[in-house]
């Protein structure tokens, strides 16, 4: 599984194109909140979980300012923040888009609301 296209629909909106005809729309606020790097989600150490401290709204942090291509299992994710560490595999990416897929109304409502 992997996406056809990735596009920004406008500042707020992505949407992926994957292999098997699904099209998907996720905020790219989800997106960032699913970041899946150590910071956000916390390291496994020892089976033991740590989380540097609590996430609070940084300016920014939901504006995507590019997808780069990792090999070819992923993209990384560089916010306005800053942050780059958050590398989003196929099938992680997957996950996220049908956990917080918009449907057409959501997203006009979403956008109208935060752009
Ligand atoms: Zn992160």
């Not at 699904?22 to 979980?49: D, Q, W, Y």
């Not at 942090?61 to 590019?66: A, C, D, G, K, R």
């Not at 923040?81 to 449907?103: F, K, M, N, Q, V």
């Amino acid at each position: 599984m992997f996406p056809k296209s990735l596009n920004r629909i406008n500042e707020v909106l992505l949407k992926i194109e994957w292999n098997d005809g699904l099209i998907t729309v996720v905020a790219l606020e989800s997106l960032r909140e699913e970041c899946p790097c150590a910071v956000c989600k916390g390291e496994n150490i020892m089976g033991k979980l740590y989380f540097p401290g609590m996430k609070s709204f940084v300016p920014g942090m939901n504006e995507l300012v590019s997808l780069t291509p990792v090999g070819n299992y992923g993209v990384q994710a560089l916010w306005k923040d800053g942050h780059s560490t958050g590398i989003y595999s196929w099938e992680g990416l997957r996950t996220i888009a049908e956990l917080h897929a918009l449907d057409e109304e959501n997203q006009k409502r979403y956008s109208e609301l935060k752009t």
